[in-house]
């Protein structure tokens, strides 16, 4: 699957690289921690706008639901 997320300024385009090299939730969690305020604001708003991306992506409703539910873990 190859998204593209539309509108990102330069750092948060920076924030969204790093972000998809993460392994697992946790790691993303982490990195979002260490940053400072204004950049985690932007990188909780890339996040966003990643799982927004995907679940534009399903074929179908049940998908984007089940994958909604999952980010709420």
Known sequence: MSIEIQGLNKRQRAI???LWLMNSKADAL???A???PLTRRDAETVIEMM???VIDECESI???VKLMLDNLK
């Open 30 to 32: 982490r990195f979002i």
């Open 62 to 64: 049940d998908d984007s």
């Open 16 to 18: 969204a690289d790093v």
């Open 51 to 53: 799982q927004l991306a």
């Open 34 to 36: 260490s940053l400072e």
